[in-house]
């Protein structure tokens, strides 16, 4: 392990991206990079299976894609700058994304966050 690195698996929410967990979510990753690339968003939004198979992504990575279980699928080694790519295909902000890693409602995150009151 590198040792900057060390000690933060012991720190709660936080989830290290580096080689490793890039190597490990491979899969993942590169189906959620391709989420540039036109053609592929078109093949995700008419046939996510047939997305799914061009990548050989496998039953667990699929059920964490289908159910938009973003925490999850950075828990299991996703970027997190890659995954922002199918959020704006499934239509999903940013912070609904942050919401959802919560365990939140929308509203309820916005609840947390210092926003000025307008004039």
């Known amino acids: 392990?590198?040792?900057?690195?060390?000690?933060?698996?012991?720190?709660e929410g936080t989830y290290v991206f580096d080689v490793a967990a890039s190597v490990r979510a491979v899969r993942l990753n590169r189906f959620f990079w391709r989420h540039r690339e036109p053609a592929f968003r078109a093949l995700v939004g008419r046939d996510l299976h047939a997305a799914f198979d061009e990548l050989g992504l496998t039953d667990e990575e699929r059920r964490l894609t289908e159910q938009c279980d973003w925490l999850g699928l950075v828990r299991y080694g996703v970027s997190f700058f890659v995954l922002e790519k199918f959020a704006r295909v499934k239509k999903t902000s940013n912070l609904a994304v942050y919401a959802s890693m919560r365990g939140e409602t929308l509203e309820a995150f916005l609840q947390t966050r210092r926003v000025p009151a307008s004039a």
């Open 1 to 11: 392990m590198n040792p900057q690195l060390e000690g933060l698996d012991d720190v």
